[in-house]
Nanobody
Framework: QVRLVESGGGLVQAGGTLRLSCAASGSISGINSMGWYRQAPGNERDFVASITSGGRTNYADSVKGRFTISRDNAKNTVYLQMNNLKPEDTAVYYC??????????WGQGTQVTVSL
């Protein structure tokens, strides 16, 4: 089984910066894509950003130019650098990994709160 441990969430003021980390352990062979989703109260869980094993990135329109996703394959860790945070970024952020032929795995989530 794949275990995902997220860290880096917190409370910041609008315009501030946070960096999320997600470290994968366990059955980590065959991991292709790693990414981030977020869910605000009363909302669906929405895609934020992803990165493939080859380094191709994808971003939701709402975070383009502000967020940067990266990965350290040696550490089996994916990061989300979040700059110029806005109140609408407030949500629980979930790490997701896609393991070829085994399926998807989710972290427990980390809270990001952006105040006015």
């Amino acid at each position: 089984q794949v275990r995902l441990v997220e860290s880096g969430g917190g409370l910041v003021q609008a315009g501030g910066t946070l960096r999320l980390s997600c470290a994968a352990s366990g059955s980590i062979s065959g991991i292709n894509s790693m990414g981030w989703y977020r869910q605000a109260p009363g909302n669906e869980r929405d895609f934020v950003a992803s990165i493939t094993s080859g380094g191709r990135t994808n971003y939701a329109d709402s975070v383009k130019g502000r967020f940067t996703i990266s990965r350290d394959n040696a550490k089996n860790t994916v990061y989300l650098q979040m700059n110029n945070l806005k109140p609408e970024d407030t949500a629980v952020y979930y790490c997701k990994v896609v393991r070829a032929f085994w399926g998807e795995y989710w972290g427990q989530g980390t809270q990001v709160t952006v105040s006015l």
